[in-house]
């Protein structure tokens, strides 16, 4: 038993290491992991999310705070929708799709295709990690819904960079994160070019 479990992490870690050195090779020269800690408001994990896709897309630094001001401030504490996001990656130029879905199968449809998704979920269903290990969150719980953007999806895990402290290639398990959702809806943003 020892064993089976011992050959799990070690697979997992390799899985880790692979994705933080090859993850840069693979997807350009831009670091493209955003996170909304002191970019001028409470609520900024939605334009955090949408610089992080856009980063990834263009190959060039887009900021949190670039992404604030094509939204503005619609809500309280700066809470943003799915639409000012699509609405921000599109003044961007950055294509994307706003998807409503009924299943886990349905996000991971869109990552083997090589997209990115931006979902949005309530953080106190998703067990914070224990210690320095990356599965499950690496900050504290609040009761709001929170935007992240998933990147990858492995055994029972989706791979998520969470724009909260310690949030950069986080193991979420995939039951929890669809169950804890917000509104089953994703926005996706792949990285084939579509010609109109």
Known sequence: MCQVICMRKLILALVLFFIVVLQPIAEGKIRWYRTQIDTGQVGNCGPATAAMVATWKKDKP??????????????VEGDTS???????LNRLKVDN?????RR???????????????????????????????YGRGYGTFDGGHYSVI??????????????????????????IFKSLVIKKILVVSREVKWN
């Open 104 to 134: 886990i199968s349905d996000i991971e449809k869109e990552l083997k295709e090589g997209s990115l998704v931006i979902v949005c979920f309530f953080p106190k269903y998703i067990p914070r990690s224990k210690s320095e290990s990356a």
């Open 151 to 176: 990147f990858d999806s492995l055994s029972d895990y989706f791979v998520v960079n969470d724009p909260l402290p310690n949030g950069e290639f986080r193991f979420y398990n995939k039951s929890l």
């Open 97 to 101: 799709e706003v998807k409503w879905i």
């Open 62 to 75: 887009i900021t949190v705070e670039e992404v604030r001001k094509i939204i503005g401030l619609p809500y």
């Open 82 to 88: 799915f639409e000012d996001l699509e609405y921000a």
